[in-house]
């Protein structure tokens, strides 16, 4: 085997919610720290699987934003590398400013407020993988690192024993003979797809905003610059801002996918999506649903699912 066998960083789930109630309601000064927070993380995830990717040769097994689970627990690994049949275990951080370390907690300078130790995560993180690895019969050495992406970032009290890795090491630690130089075994590659099949899609409830259907505004969103759109025609809406135009179609199916992405547990139902879409009769709904979605019960019970 001669190829790349990669995982993206994947968006994560707060901005995804937060791009589809722009407009639609006022985010708090909490929820606009979770947002902050999950760009910047997203940020030096992405920052740090492109580093991986220009550095190592056209050989990579490298997986990113995995969601596993072991002994009845939920874990997140910001990015695994199966390297010489050893899996290199990397929590990401995206960390701008000065921190330093006082007796096992860390803090911020000058503010000294504490932050969460990101060894602990990473221990935990590696404890969970080697069971999970373990119930498959599959025994790998795993070296576990902190990775700060940022050459902003500046650790005082640190042990040189400490398993981290600054931005200003990359070049020494991931120099050219540190990754495969000849084509990956097919155990790598085993262990590789076992992981990319364990992975799930789970949404962690934890730090997302809250928000109820009754409270968002409603209406069609511009693809564009995310404001709302107006009827142009019987076929077409308008951007009432940046003036782009689209056919009712695809604007009220991309509407549907932000309806059910934020109420996952509501039916796609004639009333539901009129009141969503707001600006469209129902019956352009109507017709939309039929000739693109597939209707299940009947009558009062009558809904709709992608087919």
Known sequence: ???KVTKEPAIPVVMRICDCLEERKILSQTEQNLLYNAEQGYTGECEFYAFLQDAASNKLLLLSSLSL???NANFQIDSILINNETIYLFEVKNYAGDYYISKNRWFS???RKEISNPFIQLKRS????RQLLATHGIDYPIKAYVVFVNPEFTLFNASINYPLILRSQFSRFFRPSFFQQTP???KDFYVAQFLMDSHQDVIYKDNLPSYTFAELKKGIKCPKCGRFMRVETFYRVKCSVCLYIE???SAVLRSINDFKFLFPEMKITTKNIVEWCNILS???IRRILSNYLERRGQGRSTHYIFK
Do not use: F, K
């Open 282 to 284: 129902a019956r352009v």
């Open 1 to 3: 085997m001669n190829e």
């Open 69 to 71: 689970r072991a002994n």
């Open 247 to 249: 056919r009712n179609e």
């Open 184 to 186: 990956y075994s097919d």
């Open 126 to 129: 590696e404890g969970l993988l």
């Open 109 to 111: 300078h000058p503010a």
